[in-house]
């Protein structure tokens, strides 16, 4: 099933420009411009391998770098799934293939 919506896991504004960008488990690295509107894809892929759970960013102002985080190079966020037991002493994860 293809996800039509979002997952949001990260946003950071730049300082300088004044956009936002997100880090979204299913859409990969996103922009919103500094006027705002619709998200627009930035970066979907790395070195031809499509992003399946990008998690996080961080911007190195001074540089003008944007860093951001995929989790898996396998699983689609949607796969994986984490549980707490009733006294919520642990938590574990459950991938389902």
């Known amino acids: 099933m293809k996800h039509v919506c979002g997952r949001p896991l990260g ?20 922009v919103v411009g500094s006027e705002g509107g619709v998200a627009s894809p930035l970066v979907t892929q790395v070195e031809g391998h499509r992003l399946l759970f990008t998690n996080d960013l961080d911007i190195d102002h ?15 966020r949607s796969s994986i799934s984490i549980f707490e037991t009733e006294t919520g002493d642990f938590n574990f994860l ?3 293939g």
């Open 62 to 76: 001074e540089k003008n770098v944007i860093y951001f985080t995929d989790s898996s190079t396998v699983f689609h």
């Open 11 to 30: 946003l950071l504004f730049h300082k300088k420009t004044g956009n936002l960008y997100i880090a979204d488990a299913y859409l990969g690295l996103l």
């Open 94 to 96: 459950e991938i389902f």
